[in-house]
Structure formats: C-alpha cells, structure tokens
C-alpha cells in the first residue's frame, strides 16, 4: 500500500447522477486489522480488500472514546464540547446544540436519497428508527447473542463482559442478519440514490462468536501486546483514576493474575475476523450490483480497545489505543491502496460525504471535508485531531505528536513517529515547550457542561465532573 504523493486525482469527476453513500460501521474496532498491522495474527481479509480500493487514514481519531457522543458527533460534525453529550447518556434530542444541525441520515433524505439502516448506528435503537428513514431492527439481544450461561469467570456487574466461543451457526448472529439485510437492499433496483448504514455489534462485548471462528486462533499461538514494566510510572494518578471501570470490566491485573490474557485476545481476534467476514458479505453484494461504479464507501469505528496496553481493558481513554480507529474511503475519483497519516476525525466523514455527493456544506459543521486529501493526496493539513473525556479531559493529536491534558491540569506528550506505543512521557522536555503550547491552544476554551446522568459503573464520569482522583 502506497503512501500519498503529490499527484491530482479527480474526485470531482462528473457523475451521471447523484452518487451512492455506503456506511459500515464496526464498534469497538481498533487498528487490529490486518492492514494497519496492530496485531500481527489478525486476519481480516475484506476489510483488507476495501482499503486496497480506496484511502486508509492510519491517524484517524474519534471525538470521544465512548459509544454515544462518538456517533453523535460523527451524525452531526459537532464536537462533544458543543452538544454536551459525553457519555452514555442523553440522547441527541436532549441536546439543543445538536438539534440545531440535521443529522446526516436526514439530510440526505431532504436531498431525494432513499435512506435505509440496519444495526447500530446512532447509540439506541429509539435513536436509529427516529433518524433513518427505513430502519430494520429484526434482531434480538443488542450485543447478542449472548450465552445462557456465562463463559467466563469474571464475576463483573456488567454480564456484557464475557467471552468465548459458542456453538452456533454464523447465522444465527445478528450481525450475521444485519449483512444479509444489507445484502438484499443492495440487490434491489433504486431509481434514487441512497444512503444506506450498516452497523456492527462486533466486536464490541460480549467477545464470543462462533466455534469456528475460534478455531482459526489456536489459544497457545496467540501473541500478546506488548507493554513494559514501569509504562504508567511517568504519568499522573488522576490519568490512572480517569480510565478506571469500577465493577463492569476485569482490570488488567485479574486479567493476568487468572490467566486469561490470551483468551481475551483471541476472543476479540475471532470476533474481529467474524465481523470482517459480514462486512466482506456487504461489499460482494455491492460489487454483483451495478451500483459499485457509482458509491461511495466508508467503513469506520466509533472508538478504539484496550486489550492490555498500557494495563488497561475496553475503552475510555485518551492514548492511541482507545482515541485511534480505523477510516477507509473508497469510490468514483478516489485513488486505490493508498495510505495517510495526517490527523483526520470522525466528524470530518459528514461534511466530506456532502461535498463528494455535490451537496452544499451545513456551515454548523465543525468537521472538516477531507477533499484536500482525496482529490491531491495533500501531505500537509492544517487541523488536528481532538478526542474528550468529559468537558475537562482532552487528546490533541497531530501528524507527530499526541497531546493530553487533564482535568486536574497534570498532562502527556508522546512522539507518534518514534514512540507509537506511546511509553514515554515528554511533557518535561523543556525543548518542546513550542510543540506543547501549540497543541494545548487546541483545547476548548467554551465547553458545554454535561448533559444526562453521564455513565453509571465507570469512575470517568465523577472524574470528569468533580476533577479529584484516586492514588493507585
């Protein structure tokens, strides 16, 4: 896969009529594909296929590492630190800020294109029929299927935090379902253009798919993320505190202690492959239609995971692990397998799409249409990318650098070029204090309070609000 140069591609070509919008997203989705190289056993061959056919963003970053403000700010390209949406709670109605601009399943609606979704896309269901024109919902357990009985041993709260294989057909998954749903409307003819979002459950957890999928991850074989001894030494408690799952996730020490690192890696490793083989199923079926010459395609996650980097479990932070997704767009005018590195959002999809389809821009926006990049593979960008926890918790990433700044006011600097694991701490480098004022001033100073009862069972609300931590 090439990284851009400076060539002139034609992303403005003249399209016959009003083009096609493909949404896939996958949650909880982190650089663990095979493409992007974040873990060296991964196999995800479809995903693989679709980058080969468009642009992978290798720097991609969500607005929030939580499920609910990272889609409502992917639906609406407004920043959490806009709408007051930063946790599991409210909805987007609640949200004054967020009403003020139309989500993007509706817009395209107003703009004559058959609007249809299956799956999780906005964070509720209420939300996804409220939004989506044609919205199918046939399936069963929202994170399902999950076991009768649990699998493993973790005695947590939350009974969503359980892996291992089942002994059941891939059809019988919901995912499963979603892709086939998917597949049917794409073998329909359309007189208007759509808008079409397919949304994955997996690899979020419960980590368990079935039996065969596990099977192609031999337990003694699966390598484990690298960490090294002292990695949270150079950072402050109240980083450590902020990430904190109180009951509902296994922290890294029960992981490690009850031996069960490498079963929860091969778990998500096997959930990833599954969710994969779906979305292959979706792209086949675009590929038979006589659609494909005239769609756009972006596959995407709303957050990232931990599985041990950095000691910690799922999501809810602010380093690379939990703030990096993967970003792929491909379609008519967009050069093939190419690779970039600048620092591109989840909030930039919305207003790129408008302009790819010839439509006029939301000046609410505050995403940036990425167009500079498909059209000349521009090697300079003038943005960077901003991840929150909570009005008072920021991530300011750059081509080289990853910022963090704390509530408390203690913050990280890491060098994303030489230090991609993000070890070392160099917010005391004195010769960067240049590097450190830039990103800082990248930071909110207007911040919307928080809306809604923020997420119960997780220590990053209380932090966020109250701005106190725990010594480990």
């Not at 479809?46 to 980058?51: E, K, Q």
């Not at 292959?280 to 596959?299: F, W």
């Not at 913050?411 to 991609?420: G, H, T, V």
Request: proline share 6%; net charge negative.
């Amino acid at each position: 896969m090439a990284f851009f140069n400076n060539c002139d591609y034609s992303v403005n070509q003249v399209l016959i009529k009003k083009p096609n919008i493909l949404l896939i997203s996958v949650d909880d989705l982190n650089d663990w594909i095979s493409v992007m190289g974040g873990h060296p056993q991964m196999k995800t061959p479809n995903i693989d296929r679709l980058a080969s056919k468009g642009i992978l963003f290798t720097n991609a970053n969500c607005q929030s590492p939580v499920c609910n403000p990272s889609r409502a700010s992917m639906m609406t390209s407004l920043y959490p630190s806009s709408t007051g949406i930063y946790f599991l709670n409210p909805p987007l109605e609640r949200s004054d800020k967020s009403l003020e601009s139309t989500v993007m399943p509706q817009r395209f609606l107003e703009e004559g294109y058959d609007v249809f979704g299956a799956g999780k896309l906005f964070h509720n269901k209420k939300e996804n029929k409220k939004y989506i024109d044609e919205y199918w919902g046939g399936f069963g357990e929202w994170f399902g299927p999950i076991s009768e009985k649990k699998i493993s041993d973790f005695d947590g709260e939350a009974r969503l935090w359980d892996w291992g294989s089942l002994d059941i057909e891939d059809e019988e998954s919901e995912d499963s379902q979603i892709a086939n749903w998917a597949v049917n409307i794409l073998s329909e003819d359309n007189e208007k253009p759509f808008w079409l979002g397919v949304g994955f459950f997996k690899p979020h957890v419960p980590f368990v798919a079935p039996k065969n999928w596990f099977d192609r991850y031999p337990l003694d074989s699966i390598q484990l993320p690298e960490i090294i001894d002292g990695d949270l030494n150079d950072i402050s408690g109240y980083a450590k505190s902020l990430t904190r799952y109180g009951h509902v996730a296994p922290s890294h020490k029960w992981v490690v202690s009850n031996n069960q690192w490498r079963s929860l890696v091969r778990s998500y490793l096997a959930c990833v492959s599954f969710v994969d083989d779906q979305v292959g199923k979706v792209l086949d079926a675009l590929e038979r239609s006589d659609k494909a010459q005239n769609t756009y395609v972006v596959l995407y996650s709303d957050h990232g995971f931990h599985l041990g980097e950095k000691e910690k479990w799922a999501k809810r932070s602010l380093w690379k692990n939990s703030t990096k997704v993967p970003l792929i767009i491909s379609g008519p005018g967009i050069p093939k397998g190419e690779t970039c590195d600048l620092p591109v959002q989840l909030l930039d999809i919305y207003p790129t799409l408008l302009e790819l389809s010839g439509l006029a821009s939301d000046p609410i926006h505050q995403g940036n249409s990425l167009i500079p990049i498909l059209k000349k593979g521009a090697s300079e960008w003038p943005y960077m990318a901003r991840t929150s926890i909570g009005p008072g918790n920021y991530s300011i990433v750059s081509k080289n650098y990853r910022f963090i700044q704390y509530n408390d006011n203690t913050a990280e600097l890491y060098d994303r070029i030489n230090d991609p694991n993000e070890w070392y701490n160099l917010i005391n480098n004195p010769d960067l204090s240049d590097v450190i004022r830039e990103h800082r001033n990248k930071i909110p100073i207007q911040r919307h309070k928080i809306l809604g009862q923020g997420s119960l069972g997780h220590e990053s609300y209380s932090f966020s609000e109250k701005g106190v931590f725990m010594e480990n």
